[in-house]
């Protein structure tokens, strides 16, 4: 069975981890050896509420029993695409309230891109170094690492880049800019808050020059950061956020929401401005909103905030010079390279699941389900803090 996943699917390195998934539930991945894997990485914050929560099964099983994709998006009524959109836009706030269901997080960024190309009519839009908002031409063209795009020009024109948290570079945002993008805690680049009222300061300069601000939300988002959504935390409402990743409750998605005035421009001159065949699957969109139900009514967000507590009073090791992030969405950054590799690595034979950020190799990623118990994350950081303890700076 490994050597067919070698074989005939496609890859996207030379080492993948390889474990030979039998089945997943809570915070456990089980091998088909039936080992058991702690789940500190939450399918890179995709599975809020860990593996096959039973809330969300059902509710997929309840909709299967109905019907499966019956119509291209936006054409027909389909109840749980639109009791999802209605529960976003109930905890979003004013003007975030109209929702564009798509099938992955990059769809969502370049819908969210199109959109503010079509608001503005202008065409330039500026994005952060080291910034990572999905994998498409489009999204791709608002990476911020240069390395891993360059195989791929020519890209989007007129994309330009600020340093994150850097008010100097404000002044580059323009009456000629369509849109800012930033995500609200920056991902791939090691998990980077916005700090002294940054994302407040951007939004302001972007109403002063009519650009729209886009926040991507695809991993802040779904109460990883204690608030459902990550830009609570820092005082500013954006023009648009994108969504994903943990939307789904294990299911693909991604979805951009604006104002009406904004998203009704897509309907017209031209119309069809966005168009999907799977975007607002009923199958996908009954297990989001499942998830979404479950994140609002349980007590998870603010449980994600006691967990930070615990994580960071719990790790505590010569060779971790820092940990970054909020919430369940913290990173370990460690003195070097090696040691972050040979953590990742070790911590996975002894069946602990970390992971890698995309552009920072000295961080090591903790993202585990909201739903993960005291007890599990004693268990993990025990493990750690004893694998750390065998390996030199
Ligand atoms: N934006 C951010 C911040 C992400 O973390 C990701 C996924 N890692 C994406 C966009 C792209 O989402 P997807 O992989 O679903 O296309």
Redesign the pocket.
Known sequence: MSSDFYTYQAQTSPHPLGVEVSHARGCFIYDTQNNAYLDFVAG??ATPLGHNHPKIVNAIKAQLDKHLHVMVYGEYIQKSAVDLCKLLAKNLPAPLEKTYLTN????A?EGALKLAKRVTGRSEIIAAVNA????TMG?MSVMGYEERKQAFRPLLPNTNFISFNHEDDLKHITSKTACVIL?TIQ??AGFIEPKNEYLKKVSQRCKEVGALLIL?E??TGIGRTGTLFGFENYNCIPDII?S??ALGGGL?I?AFTASSAHMDLLMDKPKLGHITTFGGHPLIAASALATLKEVLESDVMPQALEKEILIRKTLVHPLIKEIRGKGLMLALMMVSESVANALILKCHEEKLILFWLLFEPTAVRITPPLTITNAEILKGCKLILNILDTLEA
């Open positions: 890179v914050s992955s997080g990059t769809e960024t990572y908002h999905g994998n999204s995500e991902g791939g991507d695809i991993q994108v994903g990743k693909p991604g």
